[in-house]
């Protein structure tokens, strides 16, 4: 069975300090990794993915998240925090078999502080 | 870019009512989405849709849901008789094909209040 988990609910830092959210996985076969972020009374939007290639992912708005294999992990980080990253992150996995659903994590709440 | 929308943003219904949550997903996309998000939860997967059709189904789509693409542009969600736990946003989402490693983009949501 799929599943994800993001281990830390919440996730405090100084704006300008460098940010990571955490998240693992469990997929059978290739993973199809997500990163989606929502800000208060709004939708999911998409950050980046992975899906094959180099490990590292470039995404929106500075981020990056590193695919790590034999830690089955998928953290998302960004180098220098801004006040307005504060928002709910979401980790999510797809298997690459026959399914079409996405599997999120319970997510984590990023609290920049100035 | 294109977007996903959703209507309403915010329904209240009593219990027991139908309630229709409509969506017009981006316009080339093939494959379709709802999902919804139990207040402090994370967001659960319920259906998806593909060349008129139910693709695949969670065991929470149970038979007082029903999809529905009645032209060529909007995507709507029924729920037939609406409990206290339905009370949830529900996201419509869509992408471009089945493929697994396509982003799925979701709307803005439709806040669904049940009393």
């Known amino acids: 069975a799929q599943s994800v988990a993001q281990p830390e609910d919440q996730v405090n830092v100084a704006e300008g300090n460098p940010l990571t959210v955490k998240c693992t996985y469990s997929v059978s076969g290739n993973p199809y990794l997500f990163w989606y972020v929502q800000y208060p009374n709004r939708g999911l939007q998409f950050l980046l993915k992975y899906i094959t290639g180099d490990n590292l992912v470039k995404g929106s708005y500075g981020f990056e998240a590193e695919f790590n294999k034999s830690q089955t992990s998928f953290h998302l980080k960004k180098p220098s925090a801004l006040v307005s990253d504060s928002a709910l992150y979401f980790c999510?996995?797809?298997?690459?078999?026959?399914?079409?659903?996405?599997?999120f994590g319970t997510g984590t709440r990023l609290q920049v502080f100035p | 870019e294109p977007e996903v929308t959703q209507t309403p943003s915010h329904q209240v219904t009593q219990m027991g009512q139908e309630v229709i949550l409509r969506c017009v997903p981006i316009?080339?996309?093939?494959?379709f989405y709802w999902y919804r998000q139990i207040l402090g939860q994370k967001v659960e997967f319920l259906v998806s849709?593909?060349?008129?059709?139910?693709?695949?189904k969670s065991e929470i789509f149970d038979d007082q849901f029903s999809v529905e693409r009645p032209d060529g542009s909007n995507f709507t969600l029924k729920i037939r008789s609406t409990k206290l736990e339905d009370s949830a946003m529900y996201f419509c989402a869509s992408s471009p094909d089945g493929y697994s490693g396509n982003t799925i983009y979701f709307g803005e949501g439709s806040w669904l209040t049940v009393v």
């Open positions: 316009s080339n996309h093939l494959y």
């Open positions: 849709f593909y060349n008129n059709e139910i693709s695949e």
């Open positions: 999510a996995v797809r298997g690459a078999i026959n399914t079409d659903k996405l599997i």
